[in-house]
T-cell receptor, first 114, second 115 residues
């Protein structure tokens, strides 16, 4: 089975622009989580979605939003980009959003904001 | 507060030497613990996980980790390091807060392997 896929792999934007990142979970996985990994740091939790509903949100501003589609794929949107939004954005999927489930990570989308 | 600490930012070992990467966690309930590896420019690959039971868990690539509740630690070990093990290693705890299950990661340990 294919793993978690993310697109695009790399992206360059300028300050103030908007960006959409995409994620396709492992087949059969209904929960998707998004993480931001700034250079030199561990990933930070942004959002979790399950069955198209937002289940949780990390400490990120309202410029960050996400949604999950009926096929369980997901989009992360970031408005009014700031230089500090430059990071690797990781998507993770699991069968369900409970604590016995392992999250499997995609390769990430590397965003550079100039 | 829930947190994960990886005290060593960088570790350098010679190929063939043993390795131990330290991880300490702070979590009020039974922890679900993970070690991931990240090669340059790549995503996270799961090495091993601890949910319950035997406190010594085996993972892929010859890695193992030991859960010690009394020390709130989950250290990663490998008896003989290979040059291909050079990467960044992240310890994480699965945290359940208000119905949201998320991972809390440490800041990572970057491993350099000398030939």
């Amino acid at each position: 089975d294919a793993g978690v896929t993310q697109s695009p792999t790399h992206l360059i934007k300028t300050r103030g622009q908007h960006v959409t990142l995409r994620c396709s979970p492992i087949s059969g996985h209904k929960s998707v989580s998004w993480y931001q990994q700034v250079l030199g740091q561990g990933p930070q939790f942004i959002f979790q979605y399950y069955e198209k509903e937002e289940r949780g949100r990390g400490n990120f501003p309202d410029r960050f939003s996400a949604r999950q589609f009926p096929n369980y794929s997901s989009e992360l949107n970031v408005n009014a980009l700031l230089l500090g939004d430059s990071a690797l954005y990781l998507c993770a999927s699991s069968r369900t959003p409970i604590n016995q489930e392992t999250q499997y990570f995609g390769p990430g989308t590397r965003l550079l904001v100039l | 507060a829930q947190s994960v600490t990886q005290p060593d930012i960088h570790i350098t070992v010679s190929e063939g030497a043993s390795l131990e990467l330290r991880c300490n966690y702070s979590y009020g309930a039974t922890p679900y613990l993970f070690w991931y590896v990240q090669s340059p420019g790549q995503g996270l690959q799961l090495l091993l996980k601890y949910f319950s039971g035997d406190t010594l868990v085996q993972g892929i690539k010859g890695f193992e980790a030991e859960f010690k509740r009394s020390q709130s630690s989950f250290n990663l070990r490998k008896p003989s390091v290979h040059w291909s093990d050079a990467a960044e290693y992240f310890c994480a705890v699965g945290a359940d807060a208000s119905g949201t299950y998320k991972y809390i990661f440490g800041t990572g340990t970057r491993l350099k392997v000398l030939a």
